[in-house]
């Protein structure tokens, strides 16, 4: 099975960590060894989260802080901010069905309001959960190991 990208959940770690160690210079190389990734791609996500006013990240000396408060951060806008998918197209059609072939003339208009409903529902299951809740399971879960 095909995954969606990783950018939506590396978003969340990021915002996570840097809520999580705040007070800690969280760099993208610190936060990079919490993801075990390359700190290019946190610097890239890190530009995305900024570009949504999520994050400020402090030039020169290195770090980010949390630009809003995390009850106002939901998965829905952390998975918008990174780009998984364009905000109205979550499932993409090929490009050039046969239109002299019955499926091919057709696909499309019998998949598509299936595809949105799907759509839909997972945008109202990430809209209803914050960057606070997560970053609360978070601590329940670290404390209790």
Known sequence: MKKFSSRFTIGVHILSIIHVEKGI??????????INVNPVIVRKLSGMLKKAGFIHIRPGV???ALAKPPEEITLLDIYR??????ETELFHFHEQPNPNCPVGRNIQSVLQTSLQRAQQALEQELAQVT???????????????
């Open 25 to 34: 210079n969280c760099t993208s190389e610190m936060i990079a060894g919490s």
């Open 62 to 64: 290195g770090g980010a």
């Open 81 to 86: 901010a990174v780009g998984v998918a364009e």
């Open 131 to 145: 960057l606070s809740q997560v970053v609360h399971d978070l601590a329940a879960k670290i404390e209790s190991l």
